[in-house]
């Protein structure tokens, strides 16, 4: 959908060039002619460049060259440090936040990344096959450095917090790893290893009741075990009370009712969240289950055909649930764990399975993890109902700092039109952000999910897209729109239709939506969980695969997911000689007494291309100063101003009289 860049969010962190490399930051640099130099290696390039005083060296891939004029290279170290850091290039365009790719590459099918033409697949010596492993084959393969992983035996532990006491993690089936000096441990999601590398490979994982696993995390916590980034997290989040107590813990330190997200800390992750891909799919061989330990290593054992015995245990330590929670706490832990409890088999009510996924295959998992996200929103919608203000119009925008300043103060002044246009006729504003959306608890899982979605756009245009359907459920619903959606004969303080369930008001473009905070939910999920594998002929741009949220809204209302009105014109359709002021619109849902007249004009760059053209020919209207020299001004000055005059002609020409609810 082409709206405009203004929905933008700058996803990584830009640091200016420092001597060292932060953990998951990004240091960009901007090269242009005479900047880099390399030369060939056996490795690909070695590549050095000078910015400021400091000097980043290494092997790396090779660098791109032949960016086009006006596009400066771009790089990017992604990483621990300079040894280790990943070299992200693209060609990133002067003028706003789009990037490309020069001759001989493309970009990446998921990621916002440029890589070398026919090298979408790992490196790997032995093409025939792609598990024979070797040292240099090994290490370029992606793995975190530490794993629970054996390449002699061919099995990977994905070791979920919590749920195996140490027993396999520190056991004897990691020894040839130990040997070769790789070290063993760390808590990774699937998602994390190579998917055709690690196919041959038995992948497995165990997993607990969420009501005990939760209690021995803040055991843990309690007694100020773990790293030195455990202990620096602990004093940060911890006071005495939650440190003393496991009811304040739950309440006062986990969100809601707290400030820390679970997804945000590597102990309390979801289980579901490790063990299934970003499309939903079940990632591994089989599951372990702490409650039936016994009988799960005895499982493992026939499967990868070794002695478990010594992993057999006579008792298992287990804090009773029934004595650590209290009715509020038991109901806070089922609600934010509740894609384990449903997922895995786990009851609701008690400290018990009700399905025994020991022998549950890939299948019964993946279609389980489909219906339990459905289901999810219930849960969810609870913690987010609030007291709707039916007078508030939101919108949504969240700035990117590569925005130039030029850019920020159009933006600035087309929300200020925005705001001055629907207070006019009434209503209260409010510009919703991603803040805003990180109250949601999904937040962090939806926001993976949305990342992962391949698109050409850009991708922090295409997730802030998505995201502000999470806002608007985290505000408790209501009515949002663009910013460049100007209200008309829209009745003020309107109760959102269709009895609060999900509505667009342009069709398949959501640029006026109304809903309840359940049903933004609803909408936000069933983007997120879009199967464009499946419908491959509409998530395609060429030989790519590309979602957008304008191709997800028209997908779902084919499917009949939400409900489409027609309240809507274009500001080109207003100077053609169609009667704006009498203008009927469609009827379906709008109840008896509300305007048929045009409630809102969308002023989308489409439009404003074609009021481009008309205005080449003559004066839009009578007395206006919008010709074609001054439409063909730069076009980030013109929009603010160009919605405030045609505005104020429309209703002026029409007698606008604001409209109130019958």
Known sequence: MNYSDYFKYFAGVCLVVTVTLLVQSATV??????????????AGSRYGAHF????????????????????????????????????????????????????????????????????????????????KNSSSTHSEVKQPKHAHVSDENKFLLINIPFTEQGNIENSHLWDDRKKGGRPVGGHHRIRAFDEAFFRSYHKFAVVRHPCSRLVATWIYFSQGLGNKIDKQWIRQNMNEEAMSSFEDFVEHVLYPGGPIHIENNNHLQTQVGMIFDEDGQFGLNQLLVFEKWNESVAQLGRKLNIDTSGLRKTSLEQPSCSEMYSPVTWKKMTQIYFMDLCVLGYSLETEVSTKNVLNSGAETLTRRF???????IQPISSHLAKEVDDCVMHTYFQPSQGTSSEKRSEHKRTIDTWTDSWEAVGWKTRVLTEEDANGHPQYLELRRKYEALPTVNSKDYEVACYMRHVAMAAVGGGWMSDYDVLPFYMPRCLEPLNDGNFT???????????????????????????????????????????????????????????????????????????????????????????????????????????????????????????????????????????????????????????????
């Open 29 to 42: 640099y901007h090269i242009s002619g005479g900047q880099n130099h390399y030369q060939e290696g056996h």
């Open 52 to 131: 400021g005083n400091y000097h980043i060296h290494g092997i790396y891939p090779k660098i791109m060259e032949g960016c086009p004029p006006q596009w400066p290279l771009e790089v990017s170290l992604h990483g621990d440090d300079a040894q280790r850091a990943e070299l992200v290039q693209i060609c990133r365009h002067n003028d706003s936040s789009d990037w490309a790719c020069a001759g001989g590459w493309e970009a990446h099918h998921t990621l916002p990344k440029c890589i070398p033409k026919n090298d979408v697949k790992p490196r790997n010596s032995n093409s025939t096959n792609p598990n």
């Open 370 to 376: 489909k219906d339990c996200s459905s289901e999810i």
């Open 504 to 662: 667009g008001y342009q069709l398949v473009v959501p640029s006026l939506v109304s809903g309840s905070s359940a049903e933004f939910t609803r909408i936000a999920n069933l983007m997120a969980n879009v199967d464009y594998k499946a419908d491959a002929q509409r998530y395609s741009y060429g030989d790519k695969f590309h979602v957008s949220d304008m191709l997800v809204s028209e997908a779902l209302s084919k499917k009949g997911a939400y409900a489409m009105l027609n309240v809507m014109v274009s500001p080109n359709n207003l100077f053609d000689g169609t009667p704006i002021c009498s203008t009927q619109v469609q009827r379906a849902l709008i109840p008896e007494g509300f305007p048929r007249s045009v409630w809102a004009i969308h002023y989308s760059h489409s439009s404003l291309n074609q009021l481009r053209q008309k205005a080449n020919t003559s004066s839009l209207w009578p007395g206006s100063s919008w010709n074609a020299d001054k439409f063909n001004r730069k076009s980030v000055y013109i929009r603010s101003e160009f919605m405030a005059d045609s505005i104020r002609y429309i209703r002026h020409k029409c007698n606008y009289t604001r409209i109130i609810r019958p």
